[in-house]
């Protein structure tokens, strides 16, 4: 019996070694095809000594750091002429019988890599393209009001100023480029800048200005997009809309923007930050809708909120709200009858050098007499408009210095209704995250008017909705990624249980029916874009949207 046993293994042994050399071989071949089909000016790496270089290391995970997973290869890029060549030869190779070992090859574009459940990876049958130096050009232009959106979405009288972008330059260098060449601006930003254009594009774009502007999709007028035709195709809402509304918050499956032409205003020279206490959920919420529906005049530049914990945990609780360290937190001022958590209106007014710091004062004081805070429970710091724009850059590079910045991410973004966010905060914030989570809990409302509805993305139902974002840091001390991940899990089950209307924002799901219910009754309209723009449904596999084709799809 030792004797067969020996020999079972020893067979199965060599089966398994020739199982692999021949998988080598097919990759090897696939490698060569790719080489003298592409033809490119960038480089390719497929790390065939598993040395693990930076670029090919990088792009086996993201952010989120709860996926792995190994590409065929990745590509460094020259120009957009390189991207074509890509496409075309992934294309090329599924229709030509000499290239049946390339006939399922996908395509993953990376920007910074700040997606959080591998939505910009591939496996060994997929390559990455590296999109942080393609088009770095940054260019200021002018052109006449009537090439800006309307209906809800790309207008406002943002004037006749835009800055073309390459899709994968950082928000950072945009607002740098901008400012410090023109006193210049866009209107619409993320809390953190580090991400690409594109990136941002692909799913929408929120942060405090979004009340008033619009996400970010709502602030482009013009795009340059590689199809999954392999076709450059220039977008806008009179040209080609179709595709323009598709890539903006398409997740990447119709095409890889290349470039964007995106509304400038001037900017600011300083920020009056303000953060105030809320007690209660209803004050809170009443007064941050009061603030976004306010017109322009009577309110601020900026509303966002978040959730903490009533308690001196130094992550969660107390401590995080103060905007600078030589002010503390007198928790003496907040009620007997809180609860677990206590809220945080976070606010903003933008002014200018020339103007006097009495009448800034004055405007504050006027615009926040009537809300319902707790009196001496208000923080508030004066700084500039990039530090102000750049604050999230601070914490990244502490959290760097700490250890923690590349631990994994379980983050949960949600959009939810108006009419189940006092459930929601009931159910979840006062139950299932009454300890906090080791990061920030973001929640504040956003006005459905100001997002265009032709473009990819999938909103609640009613005028006001609220982005809920849970920013999960895994930390020494704190629970195991795991149960982080449960707990995310047991918030949804939560929702659909209670029949919350909510949205998944930055969504990530494992089945058709859960795509086909995020998109509920756009997602024929979903379909007929990818059909129409990427058939073989090569592009952004990481999603789980579609399955590659070797045929069109009809």
């Not at 990745?74 to 599924?94: A, C, F, H, N």
């Not at 903006?248 to 470039?259: P, V």
Request: charged share 20%.
């Amino acid at each position: 019996m030792i004797a067969y046993l020996e020999q079972f293994v020893s067979e199965s042994e060599s089966n398994t070694k020739l199982q692999e050399e021949e998988e080598d071989g097919n990759n090897d071949n696939k490698k060569i095809l790719l080489c003298r089909e592409m033809d490119l000016q960038g480089s390719i790496d497929f790390d065939c000594n598993n040395s693990g270089s930076s670029n090919f290391a990088a792009a086996c995970k993201d952010f989120g750091g709860l996926n792995q997973s190994r590409p065929l290869g990745v590509i460094k890029p020259v120009g957009t002429d390189d991207l074509v060549r890509i496409i075309r030869s992934v294309i090329s190779s599924s229709s030509s019988a000499s290239s049946s070992s390339n006939n399922n090859l996908t395509v993953a574009v990376r920007g910074n890599g700040h997606s959080i459940n591998g939505q910009a990876m591939t496996d060994s049958n997929g390559l990455v393209i590296l999109m942080r130096e393609i088009n770095p050009r940054i260019q200021i232009v002018t052109r006449n009001h009537h090439n800006s959106c309307s209906n809800g979405g790309c207008s406002n009288g943002g004037g006749d100023v835009f800055v073309d972008v390459g899709g994968g330059v950082l928000w950072e260098d945009v607002l740098l480029h901008c400012y410090y060449s023109s006193g210049l601006a866009p209107r619409s930003w993320t809390d953190y800048l580090g991400l690409t254009v594109g990136g941002t594009l692909s799913n929408a774009g929120i942060s405090g200005q979004a009340f008033r502007y619009g996400p970010q999709t709502s602030n482009v007028t013009e795009l340059e997009v590689v199809t999954g035709k392999g076709e450059i195709v220039t977008c806008s809402e009179n040209q080609n809309s179709e595709l323009f509304f598709g890539v903006l918050g398409g997740l990447g499956q119709f095409g890889i923007i290349t470039r964007a032409r995106i509304l400038l205003q001037p900017a600011p020279h300083m920020v009056r930050w303000i953060r105030m206490v809320y007690c209660e959920f209803d004050d809170f919420t009443n007064d941050a809708e009061l603030l976004t529906t306010r017109a322009e005049c009577d309110s601020f530049d900026y509303i966002e909120g978040f959730v903490f914990v009533n308690s001196d945990d130094p992550v969660n609780g107390w401590s995080s709200v103060p905007l600078s360290p030589n002010k503390s937190f007198d928790e003496s001022r907040i009620p007997k009858t809180a609860g677990p958590v206590l809220y945080c209106l976070e606010v903003a007014l933008h002014y200018r050098n020339g103007d006097n710091v009495d009448t800034v004062d004055k405007v504050v004081s006027k615009m926040i007499g009537r809300l319902r805070f707790i009196r001496n429970l208000q923080f508030e710091l004066d700084l500039s408009y990039v530090e102000f724009l750049l604050r999230v850059k601070q914490q990244e590079e502490e959290a760097k210095a700490n250890g923690i910045w590349d631990n994994p991410h379980p983050w949960l973004n949600l959009l939810i209704s108006k009419k189940d966010i006092c459930g929601f905060d009931q159910t979840v914030f006062k139950k299932i995250l009454k300890d906090g989570i080791g990061g920030p809990m973001l929640i504040y409302p956003l006005l459905k008017s100001k997002w265009d509805t032709r473009t990819s993305v999938v909103l609640p139902e009613g005028e006001i909705f609220y982005l809920v974002a849970l920013l999960r840091f895994h930390l020494p001390m704190g629970p195991s990624v795991q149960d982080m991940i449960t707990q995310n899990q047991e918030i949804l089950q939560c929702c659909t249980k209670q029949g919350f209307d909510f949205k998944l924002y930055l969504p990530h799901y494992g089945s058709d029916d859960q795509w086909r219910s995020h998109f509920g009754n756009q997602w024929s309209r979903f379909v007929e874009r990818k059909a129409r723009f990427d058939p073989m449904a090569i592009l952004a596999p990481g999603q789980k949207i579609f399955s590659r084709h070797s045929d069109p799809l009809l």
